[in-house]
């Protein structure tokens, strides 16, 4: 079974930073790629930052600039690193991993409990 365990949200005012974690724990697995996603009161889930096994990035058009994804020395672990907040930032953000398990032919996908970002003054 495989578990994916973020952390790093809480309150930030206006303009300040926060980062984000995402860890895949469990065995016999191997992770592809991984992602954050974010859904706001009253909305859909939308991406926010997604990295391919391949290393290539795509971000929302609405985080570009402001936000990075990168992949942590374990291959297993994602972070987000996001400056300039804003309070349409405000969301709770999830980690996406796309997974396959020993033995499987196709991946599956993973996600996170979500970690709450507040974007205040």
């Known amino acids: 079974q495989v578990q994916l365990v973020e952390s790093g949200g809480g309150l930030v005012q206006p303009g300040g930073s926060l980062g984000l974690s995402c860890a895949a724990s469990g065995s016999g697995f191997t992770v592809y790629h991984m992602g954050w996603y974010r859904q706001a009161p009253g909305k859909e889930r939308e991406l926010v930052a997604r990295?391919?096994?391949?290393?290539?990035?795509n971000y929302a058009d609405s985080v570009k600039g402001r936000f990075t994804i990168a992949r942590g020395n374990a291959t297993n672990t994602v972070f987000l690193l996001m400056n300039s907040l804003q309070p349409e930032d405000t969301a709770v953000y999830f980690c996406n991993g796309y997974v396959l398990l020993r033995g499987d032919v196709a991946g599956t996908n993973y996600w996170g409990e979500g970690t709450r970002v507040t974007v205040s003054s």
């Open positions: 990295l391919t096994s391949g290393r290539d990035t």
